[in-house]
């Protein structure tokens, strides 16, 4: 706190800033609390999705073991992950979630893609023009192109 250069503060000065600084610490405090239940909310959300991503890693590891008959060896090297990793992942999966799983995805693969209509790239048409604007060597009578 400064202090008054001008003499004594008197009473009600001091009962001003005594409440502006309690208003402070009280600001303070909510701010704190506040900050505290964003994080823990922000934190609980979090561990959520990853929740979901384990479960959806798990399944998708149960999954590609069953589409290639269980060859872990196989999938380990195509996949790049060690095979008792993947073993370890696909475990708690049951067969009838995988089961399940793959349908999803062929159902999903089956459903005709929609296809959207490209506009071509103003690049693309300006390179596209000016290949088709070279010469052709023309065919002369007798088969043999001609030199132009």
């Known amino acids: 706190m400064s202090t008054n250069s001008a003499g004594p503060v008197n ?6 800033r005594v409440r502006a600084a309690e208003a402070l610490k009280a600001k303070t405090r909510e701010m704190a609390a506040a900050n505290a239940l964003t994080a823990r909310e922000a934190a609980a959300k979090a561990a959520r999705a990853k929740e979901e991503a384990d479960v959806t890693a798990r399944e998708a590891a149960a999954v590609v073991l069953r589409l290639f008959d269980n060859d872990a060896e196989l999938v380990s090297e195509l996949l790049g992950v060690p095979a008792e990793e993947l073993e370890r992942e696909a475990k708690p999966v049951t067969a ?4 399940v799983v793959i349908e999803e ?8 893609r929609s296809t959207r209509t490209r506009k071509p790239r103003p690049d693309a048409a300006g390179a596209a023009s000016s290949t088709s604007d070279t010469s052709v060597p023309a065919v002369t009578d007798d088969g043999r192109a001609d030199a132009a």
């Open 11 to 16: 009473a009600s000065e001091l009962r001003r």
């Open 96 to 99: 009838a979630r995988a089961k």
């Open 105 to 112: 995805l062929r159902a999903r693969a089956e459903r005709p």
